[in-house]
């Protein structure tokens, strides 16, 4: 008898996997059809904000007179004050809408107040709240091991980082989430450690990062943005259509067009609580 709820037991499974997999596949491809497509009512924010590590944790910064700070601020800024924040936004919004077209969603930019008050269930609201290009240093090492002492050669870095907050179905108050997600570059940094005559020798090549780096990275933002809210859309169809029993997590690979299902959570936005 045993034996008998066990089979059982793995033939729900794999009924409840196969039927999970084909929800997740017919909301894809309900987005090639204009008629039964998810729509998004967007609206947006033209407004970017900095800010930079290095300024922020100094000490007494909000001490200083203006003048030190400005002399700080050229000092420590690599990126913010060399780049135009219209061509910052413009690389983003332009991968954001794009890849949402591309994976066959409709958007409708609109203002707060024109989106109907009552919606379909495919029909979504999304607000991308907050942009901000972030300037930060991290840390890269050459590690080696000689006659089993290490030996460890760090190096301070710098990066820009692009940071996308975003509220989800504002008006349903039982729904709604803020989103977070970013994509970030730093200093290619490339090098190895040799020995000669005990003593150690660093070779290495360092590529620091430009104001070009800036709207690459926003680009790639909007990029992982879309991508990110299809895969949300995409789990949240599932769970409904399986009535929440189905504990995988999908996704669609971009460059495939492959679905991809895992036990955790992969390409997803970060939860912010409200």
Request: glycine share 4%.
């Amino acid at each position: 008898m045993k034996r008998n709820i066990i089979i059982y037991s793995i033939s729900i499974l794999c009924i409840m996997s196969a039927h999970s997999q084909q929800a997740a596949k017919n909301f894809v491809l309900k987005q090639y059809d204009t008629l039964t497509s998810d729509i998004i009512y967007l609206t947006t924010t033209d407004d970017l904000l900095y800010s930079n590590e290095s300024i922020v944790t100094m000490d007494n910064w909000n001490e200083l007179d203006s003048l030190s700070q400005i002399e700080l601020v050229k000092k420590y800024t690599i990126i913010g004050n060399k780049v135009n924040d219209s061509i910052i936004l413009k690389q983003f919004y332009t991968a954001f809408l794009e890849t949402l077209k591309t994976l066959g969603l409709k958007v409708i930019l609109t203002k707060y107040d024109k989106i109907p008050d009552s919606l379909s269930p495919r029909e979504h609201i999304l607000n991308i709240r907050q942009l901000e290009l972030e300037e930060f240093v991290t840390n890269d090492s050459i590690y080696a091991d000689y006659n089993g002492k290490p030996y460890i050669y760090r190096k301070h870095l710098n990066g820009v980082r692009f940071n996308v907050w975003l509220f989800y179905n504002e008006k349903d108050s039982i729904q709604k989430l803020t989103l977070f997600c970013n994509e970030e570059i730093t200093d290619n940094f490339q090098g190895s450690m040799e020995f000669k005559h005990g003593k150690p020798v660093i070779n290495y090549t360092l590529t620091k990062i430009n104001p070009n780096d800036a709207y690459k990275v926003a680009y790639a933002s909007g990029k992982t943005s879309a991508i990110y809210f299809f895969n949300l859309l995409l789990n949240q169809y599932v769970f409904k259509e399986t009535n929440g029993e189905d504990t995988h997590f999908y996704g669609l690979d971009f460059e495939s067009g492959n679905l991809i299902m895992d036990d955790e959570p992969f390409d997803n936005f970060d939860v912010i609580e409200n």
